[in-house]
């Protein structure tokens, strides 16, 4: 069973950046982000597939950057001009098929690390 390892959250005023990132036990396909804010769905904010094709939620807008290092197998998603909004539990997942960011394709998930943003 792979494991995946969260680090990387904390507490930033808006307008901030974090780096998140992601250590996986062995490599996998497909590598994402998902949130879940405190009373609402988890819901997929990006996904990065084994040959390097990133998929984006619509709302990320920029905003964040998925990105990989396949050596180390690790994932990082870089978050700029962080909202109040955006505050919530960042999981990381893999899967090992179709990549995107519809938490049906992975079957793997991390703890999570815990972002908060305030205003």
């Known amino acids: 069973q792979v494991q995946l390892v969260e680090s990387g959250g904390g507490s930033v005023q808006a307008g901030g950046s974090l780096r998140l990132s992601c250590t996986a036990s062995?490599?996998?396909?497909?590598m994402a982000w998902f949130r879940q804010a405190p009373g609402k769905e988890r819901e997929g904010v990006a996904s990065i597939s084994g040959g390097g094709s990133r998929y984006y939620a619509d709302f990320v807008r920029g905003r964040f950057i998925i990105s990989k290092d396949t050596a180390k197998n690790t994932l990082d998603l870089q978050i700029n001009n962080l909202r109040p909004e955006d505050t919530a539990m960042y999981y990381c997942?893999?899967?090992?098929?179709?990549?995107?960011?519809?938490?049906?394709?992975?079957?793997?998930w991390g703890q999570g690390t815990q972002v908060t943003v305030s205003s």
């Open positions: 997942a893999a899967g090992l098929r179709t990549c995107g960011v519809y938490d049906r394709y992975f079957n793997t």
């Open positions: 062995e490599s996998q396909y497909c």
